[in-house]
Structure formats: C-alpha cells, structure tokens
C-alpha cells in the first residue's frame, strides 16, 4: 500500500513563495511518477506538475511553468512543490498522487491511484 503525506501549506501574501513537500511511503518510491494538483473552491481538481520516476523528467501545466518547480530526493521519499511569485488565483487544496502502473507523465486524475489528504494554500492580494 501506498501512502502520502503533504506538508508546508499556508496563508501568503501575493509575491511570496511557498514550498510544499509530499512525502511517501512507497518501498520502490524513485520508481513512481508523483504528481501534484490543486483544486480551488468550487472548481475541478486541476493538473499541477508531475516528475518521473523513470529519469526524472518534469512536466508543468502552461499557465504555471516559469513559476513552480517539482523536484525529488529519493533518499528521502520525498517530491517537493517550490511555488514562487504566488496569486490569489493559486488559492487551492493542493494534493500529491502516485499512479500504480508507470506512466511516464500523466496529467489526468483517474491516472492515479493513490492521493494524499491535501494541504490548503492561501494566497491574499
């Protein structure tokens, strides 16, 4: 069974950064992909950005390349979500998940089988 835990989330100020971490519990963790998504009050649950388990390899959805960053410590178990230059529109429940078979960056949610509980991130103008 796999498990994970999210961490770091908050309330910022418009401009801040934040940095989340996902920690999970997987014997063979380096060889899952992890994604993150978000979803914000009253909308659907939106694709973030993933990192392969495969060769480390990361995909960012458009509108927030340049702004985030997803790495990994596979020492640790551990993917971190550095989000820099945060927006009020970046107010969400932001939640980790691993898909069982190994697709290579999958950005859909029934890609994935296991998921994190979440952690809120606040941002205010």
């Known amino acids: 069974q796999v498990q994970l835990v999210e961490s770091g989330g908050g309330l910022v100020q418009a401009g801040d950064s934040l940095t989340l971490s996902c920690t999970v519990s997987?014997?063979?963790?380096?060889?899952?992909?992890v994604g993150w998504f978000r979803q914000a009050p009253g909308k659907e649950r939106e694709f973030v950005a993933s990192?392969?388990?495969?060769?480390?390899?990361?995909d960012y959805a458009e509108s927030l390349q340049g702004r985030f960053t997803i790495s990994r410590d596979n020492a640790k178990n551990t993917v971190i979500l550095q989000m820099n230059r945060m927006k009020p529109e970046d107010t969400a429940v932001y939640s980790c998940?691993?898909?069982?078979?190994?697709?290579?960056?999958?950005?859909?949610?029934?890609?994935?089988?296991?998921w994190g509980q979440g952690t809120q991130v606040t941002v205010s103008s």
């Open positions: 998940a691993v898909p069982r078979r190994p697709f290579y960056h999958p950005r859909i949610e029934p890609l994935y089988d296991y």
């Open positions: 997987a014997r063979t963790f380096s060889s899952y992909t």
């Open positions: 990192i392969s388990g495969k060769d480390g390899s990361t």
